[in-house]
């Protein structure tokens, strides 16, 4: 079955860039989404078909998805930032998620 | 504002029996592909079954194949989840999502979901 990776934790400070990475045999030929997920709460589309940005999510938020690795890139990060993050892509006829990076801003 | 809600969840022993509902509002619900997706205590999120608009189509983890059913009454705008054969391990928050696919399946809209919980 089809595996996502991601790393367990990211650390970044305020106003500096973030990167989290998704791994997965192939990833670039098929399209990638990223979820956050905050404490106690539902979690959250930020970026979907790779690239796009869905209507209220900041332009701070960007993804990338090429070869075996996609992206989140978080510019100019904020405490606010600060959750999980997931990434998802579709193969065969199941879901795939990743096991989850928490973003920590220090 | 497009909202789903579950319902439906609790504590219920090994080898017993849940019926999740969720009930959409606001978009044209049998348009859309709609899905379970778990998430245990602590743990990350994991696919549990996806159902095409009008009912026709149908797929589950295999963690779940054989024990689960998930349906759907597009006049009620509800979607529900049988889960029978419980375990232990299927304790998780379940989620209602929709699939807001165009060119692949993405999940833009998630409810808040209902906790399971299987102990003896």
């Known amino acids: 079955s089809y595996e996502l990776t991601q790393p367990p934790s990211v650390s970044v400070s305020p106003g500096q860039t973030a990167s989290i990475t998704c791994s997965g045999d192939?990833?670039?030929?098929?399209?990638a989404c990223w979820y956050q997920q905050k404490p106690g709460q539902s979690p959250v589309l930020v970026i979907y078909e790779d690239t796009k940005r869905p209507s209220g999510i900041p332009e701070r938020f960007s993804g990338s998805n090429s070869g075996d690795t996609a992206t989140l890139t978080i510019s100019g990060t904020q405490a606010m930032d600060e959750a999980d993050y997931y990434c998802?892509?579709?193969?065969?006829?199941?879901?795939?998620f990743g096991g989850g990076t928490k973003l920590t801003v220090l | 504002e497009v909202q789903l809600v579950e319902s439906g969840g609790g504590l219920v022993q090994p080898g017993g029996s849940l019926r999740l509902s969720c009930a959409g509002s606001?978009?044209?619900?049998?348009?859309?592909?709609m899905h379970w997706v778990r998430q245990a205590p602590g743990k990350g999120l994991v696919w549990v079954s996806r159902i095409k608009g009008d009912g026709s189509s149908t797929s589950y983890a295999d963690s779940v194949k054989g024990r689960f059913t998930i349906s759907r009454d597009n006049a009620k705008n509800t979607l529900y989840l049988q889960m029978n054969s419980l375990r232990a391990d299927d304790t998780a928050v379940y989620y209602c999502?929709?699939?807001?696919?165009?060119?692949?399946?993405?999940?833009?809209?998630w409810g808040q979901g209902t906790l399971v919980t299987v102990s003896s």
């Open positions: 192939k990833l670039g030929n098929i399209h």
């Open positions: 998802q892509a579709w193969d065969s006829s199941a879901a795939v």
């Open positions: 999502v929709r699939d807001g696919a165009t060119v692949t399946t993405y999940f833009d809209y």
């Open positions: 606001a978009f044209t619900f049998s348009s859309y592909w």
